[in-house]
Structures are given as C-alpha cells and as structure tokens.
Nanobody, 124 residues
C-alpha cells in the first residue's frame, strides 16, 4: 500500500507563495490519481486540486483557479501544489490523497490513501 507524506507548509504573508509536496513511498504512484484537499478550523474538508496519473490532466476548484497549480514528477515520485497569491482564507491543513487509476474527481470518497497533512497559515 502506498504511503503519502506532505511537506512544504508554513507561515506566509498574504500575497506570498508556498509549494507543497506530496511524496509517495512507491514508484507505482505513477498509476495513481492524486488530489489535494484542505480543512480550515471549524469547517469541512474541501477539494483543492487533482491530477491524473500521467499529469496530462488537472482539475482545480474555483476558489484556487488562477492562483494554484498542481503538477507531478513520477520519477521522484512526488506531486506538487504551487500556491501563489495566497489569501488568509487559504489558511488550512492541507492533505494529499490518492487512488490507483482513480477518477479526476473532487469527492473525498474517490480517494483511498491519505497523508497526514501539513499546515498552511496565511497571515501578516
């Protein structure tokens, strides 16, 4: 079973950038659809972005479109979430999740492997 480990979170000022990484434990990760989700205090977890196994297709939520980019390097194997123009409302715990040959979908139930997450705080 693949394991996912997120990194790259931290404290950043509004308008700043961060790049999150989701590293996998096995190279069969190249067969996994991967999504990023986030959960802010007192709120439900929400979809952020997803990428298909070969990286050719991506799907981003409306709230981050134009600011965030998802990409992957299957040789590493790692998926990245580049976050630009960060806003205080982007503050949340960010999780990556995977599903072997999964749908490029925003629903949590489509993913069966989850990392432990990394905190992102946007504040001046």
């Amino acid at each position: 079973q693949v394991q996912l480990v997120e990194s790259g979170g931290g404290l950043v000022q509004p308008g700043g950038s961060l790049r999150l990484s989701c590293a996998a434990s096995v190279f069969t990760f190249s067969t996994y659809t991967v999504g990023w989700f986030r959960q802010a205090p007192g709120k439900e977890r929400e979809f952020v972005a997803a990428i298909n196994p070969n990286g050719a297709r991506t799907f981003l939520s409306d709230s981050v479109k134009g600011r965030f980019t998802i990409s992957r390097d299957n040789a590493k194997p790692t998926v990245y979430l580049q976050m630009n123009s960060l806003k205080p409302e982007d503050t949340a715990f960010y999780y990556c999740a995977g599903k072997k040959w999964g749908l490029l979908a925003p629903m949590e139930r489509e993913y069966n492997v989850w990392g432990l997450g990394t905190q992102v705080t946007v504040s001046s």
